[in-house]
């Protein structure tokens, strides 16, 4: 079983916070009218879905590697 590293730590929390984003970005979309606009709001949540399995799964493969 791996340890949690310095590295893997902050990839986890690279993946939480596009996480939040990503969700938030999402209830901004559904709400109506967007804070940023929908054009803006709609690239966050394109950039922090893959973002987030990205850093998750760097995150994973670090702390599996030390």
Not at 11 to 21: E, K, T
Not at 23 to 35: A, H, K, M, Q, R
Not at 42 to 52: D, F, K, V
């Amino acid at each position: 079983m791996g340890t949690l590293t310095p590295i893997s730590g902050l990839f986890l929390a690279g993946s939480c916070i596009s996480a939040i984003a990503a969700v938030g970005s999402v209830f901004e979309l559904t709400s109506g009218e967007p804070d940023l606009g929908s054009l803006n709001t709609g690239i966050i949540l394109a950039i922090t879905i893959p973002l987030t399995a990205i850093c998750f799964f760097f995150a994973v493969r670090n702390a599996k590697t030390e």
